[in-house]
Nanobody, 117 residues
Framework: QVQLQESGPGQAKPSQTLSLTCTVA??????????WSWIRQAPGKGLEWMGA???????YDSPSLKSRTSISRDTAKNQFTLPLSSVTPEDTAVYYC?????????WGQGPLVTVSS
């Protein structure tokens, strides 16, 4: 059973860089041919895929967020991290990490991150 757990601050101020980490248990993030994604859901809106990192380390960015984020990983800790720069209140959302790319089978619980001054 694969388990994912997000960690990071629950609040951020506008213009800051938000950093969230996903710790994976029950499976390695380097196992062929899995992908690991970040997804968010703003209040009252649908799910938004933010980007992914592959088992190989290759990165897949969302065109709408490409300039603000670059997913990285720590294979020794079996973690992958999402930095999101220049946050605004519009970045307030529940942030999920999940296994997969276009099809996602395991999800973290998703913390709410609020951006406000």
């Amino acid at each position: 059973q694969v388990q994912l757990q997000e960690s990071g601050p629950g609040q951020a101020k506008p213009s800051q860089t938000l950093s969230l980490t996903c710790t994976v248990a029950g499976g390695s993030i380097t196992t062929n041919y899995y992908y690991w994604s970040w997804i968010r859901q703003a209040p009252g809106k649908g799910l938004e895929w933010m980007g992914a990192i592959a088992y190989s380390g290759s990165l897949y960015d969302s065109p709408s967020l490409k300039s603000r984020t670059s997913i990285s990983r720590d294979t020794a800790k079996n973690q992958f991290t999402l930095p999101l720069s220049s946050v605004t209140p519009e970045d307030t959302a529940v942030y999920y990490c999940a296994r997969g790319h276009s099809s996602l089978d395991y999800w973290g619980q998703g913390p709410l991150v609020t951006v406000s001054s």
